[in-house]
């Protein structure tokens, strides 16, 4: 059988057997397991065809419920089906996994294991959602590599068929989901060879079918049902040997062997660790070493954990064990042990009661490890072995943090390391976007593919998505590489933006001797001199061989703009050593064409000529034997903060949060708000800089940016002394302004991102030279200290009085203190400026339930913070529960809020006497419609507390504790598209039936942002996404309609873009309307492919073409005797190709098949002239006057 | 009555080209020229700078925030798009090709010699009879001499003339200093057809958005003055075909370009304003003048009032209007 390698990820590797081995495949998106679905979408999008010769169907739905729902149905009609998911997703699937189960129906669900939401969300790897599903009758299945999953993905297809028992074919989510390694693929031939299409055809003999009826899926009764759920046993215990069987069948066609429990180490080990997922490698790689050096251990990989077959356990186990060590990859809290370890302790004791075991019950104690992708390597291996020869090991233990409360933790050795000098290893420090894990990706793959080299690629990314820093680790050799862990000591180091050597230890990550490559525009005679002391100190150090190349200067004379993905490649063979020179760049060359030969011979030029610049411009530095710099390295952090932010906050920013001890850690979830204001990240290279002679004072740059970096007040011109240089002011225009007042605008330099939306949607122009504006970019660096003093002066003047501005004028609204500031969302994001809207208006009495998404990351991803309080310490509560039960948990804040509310009125009016009538009946009174209203009722309820101190009562005591509840509170309930259209949509229609006073904000998209772009029912018509690689057909949901529907639900379509005006006004009645409220807003987003800059102009073009209709409709204006219908535009003003062939989303489509995108220009056009005849036609109908019906 | 002419060594039933237009964009609208009468037509411009700027947007924007964030290293799902150095336009030549008679002249638009070589032969592989390339260069560099900006011009045909074995024609525009060498050289260099001339996109200023903009100005029969000159003066100068091309609207304008010396004529703003039907009524109309004044063909008046033949050549010669009361030989 011919070989093919190639190098691609655990999801590749999985995708492409199942998608050959299956004939419908319903998905849903959730990290990490997501790319298996967007490839399965591609290869049915390219036609390619199964191996039964036909295209599977892939459908997408609208939770992992649905998908799990529909695997059922089309697996009950004899369809070959499948489905990937990981963590919550797979919590969603349970109830139809007992079904399909309990029906003994063949299946492999693909898992991509990770953590699940406890306290705290985690997209990282583990077993936690594996472990809660194996109760329900799936037999789980681990493989522990990417070639393991790969090959596991048709093992499991094949033994689900011959067994009919359903599988869960799971691997380590990230560690192998995402490593890049060079596999041996299976062949087409192999994959028939395995599935026997006879058992396709029992299957497909089993389906529900009017020309064979039956029923299937009754209600059985307390006489049958236990019965029932006994008959399936012989499936159960036959399964382990067919499984063996089917391995031992695929060992013959493949030559490589699995067992059930797979024995590595010394025949004669008396310690042994159990495990399985992808830290069974590192145990397999550390057992190696420890036995050749002569030591008496072994490990054991456990492959088909459920059913758990305690005769295979026994023939894998050497009769020497002694010790046994089981790790899980989960926590169980409560039981007697997790859950593998109670497996092995049960299997024991059985087989040592039955008399079977033969040996000695050995010590059996177990452990966590690696939660959360924590880091798990050879040190921590050898730390548990080191245990298991104690004469009493710790049981229940931890390996891999420290516990100093509880004391679980195993500690070990940091500087031990088994890394193989034979195996290159490189670490890769790049900048989101720059190209660099593409670049690293690349060589891997001509390493890989082009020599008989092993390879490895692992990438790790940071919690930001605007200028986060990429790490790439990466592996080369001629042995296997079994190292499922970071690289810790390289022997080629390359930061490829030199900014991060100012701020980040990176080279601790350099093992002596070793190559380090850095990208300055220094050029190599003084680069030396630029680095910080602490920087030269380790080159000097460690040796390092030190290399400089302007990258930026080449790329972009190359024509490449900033992308320096092939000038840093080129380096990198260039220097390595890993190919010869001469080789490695014909090779390059050669993947050039092969990756952009398709886009264009202009661009495989740029790429070549790129090659040719930087080998002229590579120099390798002369470094000095003694450190020649006095720099420091930059904080991280600045501000005036407490404790917690530099014991805490700052250490995770240093990329130091492996450090934090147990103790330490908030133990219910709860972190402070506001902590984004002390990372002061730099990362814009230009920032907006103010005119203020040009300015017109519109504050509709404050009001688009989406950090919150540009912020105007309003100050007497009395308090503004000794301003620093940057600070400019000018005399307030506008009538509600003193001639004493000045109108200020100031950036914070230091937590801009660049985006330059602000310039764009600045409507005020020089008279002089009218390409600028009122605000303009410029250069960060030459105005970088002095703009940081600016804000840090302006942060200091207080905040207009809230009272006296009408919050219904874009203007006056933007005068608010936001209180959402400095999200990681990307550069222009076009979500976060409603969302600081929202704060601004409401901030200090709004409590938000945010669904999973976007917003829930920019607003709650550690290690900052972005919603902040005032200096009255109030401001936005925030939580963040499920994806999909948003609408639920916002319902039960207003509805507890309602309670106290109530409580605190029934309370005051039982003390009316005691606190006195006039304070009482002015607060139940109190309508709160405005904020000077609601400032009136505050100072009542303080007043009300001083009183209640001297009130002794029961009463008095609990009106004390529900005082606050006497002031209006303002619930908000916010997510994407994919929450509100997909997911969450059941229990938001339910919260807009309510009848209950809820704020929704739909931040729309049109795709699953967070996750990289799936449609979602938002997508538009002819939009390319994930999930609908061709282009989608359909015509969008129309939400709006649906809340309009009920007649008594405030709703609001907007564009920010289109129409600030309308957008606040939406943000005021939304809130000041007592029932259910929704506001749909149009987010421009990075997944619509176009320079986001123009965002605003491309809402407007959305509105124009009719394709986002804005629009409000007020149920209380029916009270009113008025129209509550109120179009906010005017029909389709231009044609839809104008607006959507602006941008990459739609305009790819022409580039896919022409066809089809003249089929979606039409019918987007025609549902623009629906929509808005639609619309039309409620507006017109609602003025019909009651007589009149 | 014979309307037949020929332009570029290619056969026309009539002296009516279809300019390069949204006229000229789809299947559907050429083969309703066609219907209605278009000897030839001329497809919409392929732009170099769109063929290299597309790919590369695409590029930029399919690339663009992905390997940034775990959860989503990538934005777009990863198809293989096709179609970036349009392929559809050689695939529309070629159904062309099967499904109407008529010459098919494909056109480029654009000043370098790079990628366009490349698909100037894919347009001939793809079946166009002709090329036709308008070479628009802005000079907005104050060091950028005259002569430089016409070498542009020869070295472009020239590089393209080395590839193709179809007739390449050159949309002119009237900016030169000395029209008639620089067309010299262009027919030096291998141009079969002169079209006179291109019309660019108009400048303006938007008092209200306080911008620059670019208009399109559609022609009028007025603007036919310099085009008439041009093939006046240059008629049997030179060994090559030339087209008419800005302000030719009514059967009239066609008369007076082919007198001047024009093989052909090229309408579009006409067309634009009143539909495909237009060319039956100006193909009649022009039928009807004929006959009335008794011309045969379009060969018989081709040049018949050119500088060379007219009996005031004064009218091409002079810039400036001269009273001459009568006409003498010195």
């Known amino acids: 059988m011919k070989k093919s390698s190639v190098t691609i990820d655990g999801n590749e590797a999985v995708a492409r057997v199942a998608h050959k081995t299956n004939e419908v495949i319903a998905i849903y998106p959730i990290t990490p397991s997501s790319p298996m679905a967007e490839l399965s979408d591609v290869y049915s999008t390219k036609g390619e065809k199964n191996i039964f010769g036909t295209i599977p169907e892939i459908m997408e739905m609208q939770s992992e419920g649905g998908a799990s729902g529909t695997v059922h149905g089309s697996l009950q009609t004899g369809a070959l089906t499948t489905t990937f998911t990981s963590s919550q997703g797979l919590l969603l699937m349970i109830p139809n996994m007992y079904k399909i189960a309990g029906e003994l129906t063949p299946t492999v669900f693909h898992v991509a294991a990770r953590s699940l939401a406890a306290q705290a969300l985690s997209i990282f790897g583990d077993h936690s959602d594996v472990m809660a599903v194996r109760q329900t009758g799936f037999a789980l299945y681990s493989s522990n590599s990417v070639q393991e999953a790969h090959d596991a993905a048709l093992i499991t297809q094949a033994a689900a068929l011959k067994s009919r028992i359903p599988f869960l074919h799971f691997f380590d989510g990230f560690r192998t989901s995402h490593e890049v390694s060079k596999i041996e693929l299976i062949d087409e031939d192999i994959m028939r060879a395995m599935i026997d299409e006879d058992l396709v055809y029992a299957h497909r003999a089993r389906a529900l079918s009017p020309d064979n009826p039956f029923i299937r899926g009754t209600s059985q009764n307390p006489d049958v049902y236990f019965q029932g759920r006994e008959s399936v046993n012989n499936y159960y215990s036959a399964l382990p040997d067919i499984v063996q069987e089917t391995m031992d069948q695929f060992a013959t066609l493949t030559g490589r062997a699995y067992h059930l429990f797979d024995y590595v180490g010394a025949p004669d080990a008396e310690h042994i660790i159990i495990l399985m997922g992808s830290g069974a490698q590192t145990v397999h790689e550390s057992v190696d070493y420890f036995t050749s050096k002569g030591e008496k251990v072994g490990m054991i990989k456990v492959r088909l954990y459920r059913p758990f077959s305690l005769k295979h356990l026994l023939a894998a186990l050497p009769k020497s064990t002694k010790a046994i060590a089981v790790l899980d990859r989960t926590k169980e809290i409560g039981a007697t042990g997790e859950p593998l370890y109670l497996d092995v302790v049960s299997a024991l004791n059985e087989l040592r009661e039955s008399g079977e075991l033969g040996f000695s019950m050995p010590k059996i104690i177990g452990g966590r490890y690696g939660l959360s992708s924590k880091e798990f390597t050879p040190a921590m291996v050898k730390a548990i072995f080191g245990e298991l020869l104690k004469q009493n090991p710790k049981n229940h233990f931890t390996i891999g943090i420290y516990d100093d409360l509880s004391h679980t933790s195993l500690e070990w050795d940091r500087s031990f390391s088994i890394a193989d000098d034979k195996t290159f290893r490189g670490v890769f420090f790049g900048l989101g976007s720059d190209g660099t894990v593409g670049a690293n990706k690349n060589s891997i793959k001509i390493i890989g593919e082009e020599t008989d080299n092993f390879a490895q690629g692992y990438f790790v990314y940071d919690s930001n998505k605007s200028g986060s820093m990429t790490t790439s680790h990466l592996r080369f050799g001629s042995k296997e590489i079994k190292s499922s862990y970071l690289i810790e000591k390289a022997n080629f180091v390359a930061c490829h933006q030199s900014v991060f050597l100012e701020k980040f230890d990176i080279l601790r990550y350099a093992d002596t001797n070793a190559i380090f490559l850095l990208n300055s525009p220094f050029s190599k005679e003084i680069v030396f001199s630029k680095l910080p002391s602490k920087v030269q100190q380790e080159i000097i150090d460690k040796k390092l061989r030190f290399f400089v190349i302007d990258a930026a200067t080449v790329a972009n004379n190359s024509g490449m703009g900033r992308r320096i993905n092939t000038v840093m490649q080129t380096c990198f063979f260039a220097i390595s050593g890993i190919l010869p020179k001469e080789e490695a760049i014909a090779k390059i060359k050669g993947s050039i064409q092969k990756s952009y030969g398709k886009k264009g011979q202009k661009i495989v030029d740029m790429n070549n000529a790129a090659v040719d610049n930087t080998l002229a411009n590579l120099f390798e530095v002369n470094v000095p034997s003694k450190v020649q710099s006095k720099t420091g390295m930059t904080p991280l952090v600045k501000g005036d903060f407490d404790d917690f932010v530099k014991n805490i906050t700052a250490k995770i920013i240093a990329g130091e949060g492996d450090e934090i001890p147990v103790s330490a850690m908030p133990d219910d979830g709860t972190w402070p708000s506001g902590t984004t204001q002390y990372q002061k990240r730099s990362i814009a290279l230009e920032v907006p800089v103010w005119d203020p002679d040009t300015c017109i004072q519109c504050n509709k740059c404050v009001l688009v940016c989406p950090h919150a970096v540009i912020r105007s007040k309003v100050a007497d011109k009395a308090i503004l002394s000794d301003t620093p240089s940057l600070f400019s002011y000018v005399q307030a225009k506008g009538k509600s302004f003193e001639e004493n007042e000045q109108f200020i605008i100031s950036v914070s330099v230091e937590d801009c991102t660049g985006c330059a939306l602000c310039v764009e949607v600045c409507p005020a122009k020089n008279k002089s030279q009218t390409n600028l504006k009122a605000i303009n970019m410029r250069p960060l660096e030459p105005i970088h200290a002095e703009g940081a003093k600016a804000w840090d002066y302006f942060t200091k003047i207080p905040a207009y009085d809230r009272s006296k501005l009408d919050h219904t004028k874009v203007k006056e609204s933007q005068f608010l203190e936001p209180m959402f500031e400095f999200s990681g969302s990307c550069p222009g994001c076009g979500e976060t400026p409603y969302v600081k809207l929202a704060s601004q208006l409401f901030g200090d009495r709004m409590v938000i339930a945010n669904a999973t998404g976007c917003s829930s990351i920019y607003g709650g991803n550690l290690p900052t913070t972005p919603w902040r309080k005032n200096d009255e310490g109030r401001g936005p509560a925030w939580s963040n529960s499920l994806f999909e039960d948003n609408a639920e948990f916002g319902l039960g804040f207003r509805l507890a809020i309602d309670k106290h509310a109530e409580n605190a009125r029934e309370l005051l009016l039982a003390l009316r006497d005691q606190i006195g009538a006039e304070l009482c009946d002015a607060i139940l009174t109190c309508k709160q419609n405005d904020e000077p209203e609601i400032f009136e009722q505050r100072q009542r309820v303080e007043e009300l507390k001083k009183v209640l101190e001297n009130i002794k009562s029961k009463e008095s005591e609990r009106l004390q504790t529900l005082a606050d509840y006497l002031v209006k509170k303002s619930i908000w309930l916010m997510g994407g598209d994919g929450w509100a259209y997909d997911i969450g949509y059941g229990g938001l229609d339910h919260v807009l039936a309510s009848g209950k006073n809820v704020n929704i904000l739909v931040l729309d998209t049109q795709v699953y942002s967070n996750t990289g772009g799936q449609q979602s029912k938002a997508t538009m018509t002819g939009a390319v996404a994930k999930f609908a690689a061709g282009g989608k057909a359909q015509i969008p949901k129309d939400l709006a309609m649906m809340a309009i529907a009920y007649g008594n639900v405030y709703v609001a379509k907007v564009a920010m873009g289109a129409s600030d005006a309308q957008t606040v006004k939406a943000f005021v009645e939304a809130e000041r309307y007592e029932g259910p409220s929704i506001i749909i807003a149009y987010s421009h987003c990075v997944a619509h492919g176009y320079d986001l800059r123009y965002g605003m102009d491309h809402q407007k073009l959305a509105v124009d073409s009719g394709l986002w209709p804005i629009f409000r409709y007020n149920p209380e204006l029916i009270k009113e005797g008025k129209n509550p219908m109120h179009l906010d535009y005017k029909g389709p003003q231009t044609d839809v190709k104008n607006f959507m062939y602006q941008e990459t989303r739609f305009k790819m489509v022409e580039k896919l098949n022409t066809d089809n995108a003249i089929e979606y220009l039409q019918t987007a056009r025609e549902h623009a002239k629906e929509m808005y005849k639609r619309y039309k036609n409620i507006e017109d109908m609602s003025s019909v006057q009651e007589g009149e019906i | ?330």
């Open chain 2, 1 to 330: 009555m014979d309307l037949t002419t020929t332009y570029m060594g290619l056969k026309l039933k009539n002296p009516i080209i279809v300019g390069a237009s949204p006229l000229t964009a789809t299947f559907d609208s050429i083969k309703k020229l066609e219907e209605n009468g278009a000897a030839a037509v001329v497809l919409h411009s392929v732009f170099e700078e769109q063929i290299n700027y597309e790919s590369r947007e695409i590029d930029h924007f399919l690339f663009k925030g992905s390997e940034s964030y775990a959860e989503a290293i990538g934005y777009f799902p990863e198809v293989t798009l096709s179609n970036l150095e349009s392929e559809d336009y050689l695939k529309e030549i070629t159904r062309l090709k099967a499904n109407i008679s008529i010459p098919v002249i494909a056109s480029l638009n654009g000043v370098s010699k790079g990628g366009w070589i490349k698909y100037a032969k894919k347009l001939q592989e793809a079946g166009a009879d002709a090329l036709e390339l308008n070479i628009t260069y802005i000079p907005t560099d104050t060091d950028t001499e005259a002569r430089d900006v016409e070498q542009l011009y020869i070295d472009a045909l020239k590089a393209v003339k080395e590839h193709v074995s179809i007739p390449v024609g050159v949309k002119m525009n009237a900016y030169f200093s000395a029209p008639a060498q620089m067309a010299k050289k262009l027919v030096d260099a291998g141009a079969s057809g002169l079209v006179l001339f291109d019309r660019p996109v108009h400048v303006d200023i938007d008092l209200e958005d306080l911008n620059s903009i670019q208009v399109i100005n559609k022609s009028s029969s007025k603007d036919l003055s310099e085009t008439l000159r041009w093939s006046g003066i240059l008629y049997k100068k030179l060994d090559v075909s030339l087209c008419a091309s800005t302000g030719v609207h009514s059967h009239e304008d066609i008369l007076k370009a082919i007198m001047s010396g024009a093989d052909a004529v090229q309408m579009v703003s006409a067309l634009l304003q009143n539909g495909a039907g237009h060319l039956q009524n100006v193909l009649n109309d022009l039928t009807a003048w004929m006959e009335e004044k008794e011309y045969v063909s379009i060969e018989q008046m081709k040049g018949s009032i050119s500088l060379a033949h007219t009996s005031n050549p004064a009218a091409y010669q002079r810039a400036n209007y001269m009273r001459i009361l009568t006409e003498f030989r010195f």
